[in-house]
């Protein structure tokens, strides 16, 4: 019979909830272990559930409204109302005195043998439906244009926010990758550390070498623990991130499956990448309707000063009570409106529709510039960088040499471990060197990818920036 706790078992289950979890997210190996990640996982993950993509993605539902809002304004507006109320009003204090008044016309038999009263009070019942259409508005046909294309800015928005939350998360990938190399070069020199240190305590008890030798041996594995300690707090925080990123709980212990390597990206005609970048990032696009609407609000503005033409009409009943002299009635009517003089309001609106369309288009000849800035520094840096990891490279292999040759000589009592020490710190450091030396180039590919607008397309293992 085969233990639960059987490595078979515990293989066969991981496999199991891989397949469960499904291609586009983050795996979970077994129960109790880490969410298995890959590059694109964290990049789908993070689009599906980061703040940023939410927020712009609810803000088109904010632009539709705004549209239908808009176009309300050409639609027939419908309302009822029913009233009833009892009323009583002085004549007297309205003007009317039929005393008066039928004394000065001479008629005594009419004065003498007729009381009208003063105060009169009486019930009133309205029902009604009041139909109202706009028939020419051409400031409010301008605001709805405006509108329409604010639907396509908020597109444009939730396209910009797509591949920011893409870039953040695939550099908070690299990152997670990075502090594993650095754990894994800390590792290695404490185990590098533990061997010499053994060494110097045989040489001291053949009489090659001294205490010193063992002690300076001791403290440089005390060195190596602590900076394996700081590694390893490292990638705890570089987890954290990673895991609010893409949506994951913030405790979840995570796998990454992609690993770091060097993918020599080709350099290309300048001008093609920024043809490539001016076509494909969604801010030049933003920035553009960005200004096509602010030309439809200054339309709108000076719109304004135009007449507008609209119809009405109302029918029902009123009385004095909806049984009591009721009676049909019934309105119909067509109102211009033209502005004549209203303090100066429509001109400051146009003035300050004007500056916000003047700003708008400084912004978008900026953008493009951004644009263009991003596309060249991103290639420069990466061209330099590539140079560095090649120099890391070389940097790592010359410092394991020196520390074989520096160890044969302490081992051989040629000399004192002075050399093996120096040697020991000159390679952690080269190790150092060369895992940051390769994210930093990896960040430069993500950056231009970025810059040409293909973010969430950007894979660790293509040659493509």
Known sequence: MIHPRHPIVALLCGAVLVFAA?????????????????????IDGALATNVQTLLADARRDEAAGSRAEARSAFLPHVSADVSQSRRQTNLAAQGIDFGSALSGS????????????SVVTYNSFDARATLRQSLFDYSAWQQYQGAKIGEEIAD???????????TQAALDYVQALAARESVTAAQADLDLSRTLTDLATDQENVGIATGVDVTRAQTRQARARARLAQARTDQTRADIRLARTVGLPLNAPLAL?????????????????LGRALAARPEIRLAARQIHQREKLLAAARGQRLPTLSAMADYGESG??????????????????????????IGARIDSAASRLAQQRIQYRDTRQQV?????LARRTLTTLADQVDAAQAALGLAERELNLSRDRFA?????????VDAQASLAD???TQVAALADYTRARINLAAALGAAQQFRLESSAP
């Open 372 to 376: 263009e800035q991003d596309v060249r």
């Open 106 to 117: 001479g008629n005594a038999a009419a004065a003498g043998g007729l009381a009208f009263p």
């Open 320 to 345: 004095n009570t909806y049984r009591e002299n009721d009676e049909d009635t019934y309105t119909v009517g067509a109102q211009i409106q033209i502005p004549i003089f209203d303090g100066g309001a």
């Open 156 to 166: 444009d928005q939730l396209a910009v926010a797509r591949e920011q939350v893409a």
């Open 430 to 432: 080269a190790r150092n």
């Open 257 to 273: 499956s992609d690993r770091l390597a060097f993918r020599a990206v080709a350099d290309g005609d300048i001008s093609d990448a």
């Open 412 to 420: 051989n009592g040629l000399t004192d471990n002075i050399e093996v």
């Open 22 to 42: 499904g291609p586009g997210r983050a795996q979970p190996v077994t129960a109790d272990s880490a969410y298995s990640l890959s590059l694109q996982q964290a």
